[in-house]
């Protein structure tokens, strides 16, 4: 799995997750889906992502998803 993909993923499932957790537990958990959409579009306009930075650290190789 490369960086990208990594990312990615991580994002899709922190959103089910808090989407989930919205609906079975407090409505307060939809914050956190509102974060992970804000993180993803500031990531998207300055290239800065805490989640690649942390992904990196761990070892996954960098990567172009769409090529």
């Known amino acids: 799995m ?3 993909r990594a990312v990615m993923m ?7 997750l808090s989407l989930g957790l919205g609906t079975w537990v407090s409505p307060l958990w939809y914050l956190l889906t509102a974060f992970v959409g804000l993180n993803m579009m500031q990531a998207s306009v300055t290239g800065f992502c805490p989640a690649a930075i942390l992904f990196k650290r761990l070892g996954i190789r960098p990567g172009t998803v769409f090529d």
């Open 10 to 16: 991580f994002a899709g499932c922190m959103i089910l």
């Open 2 to 4: 490369t960086l990208d």
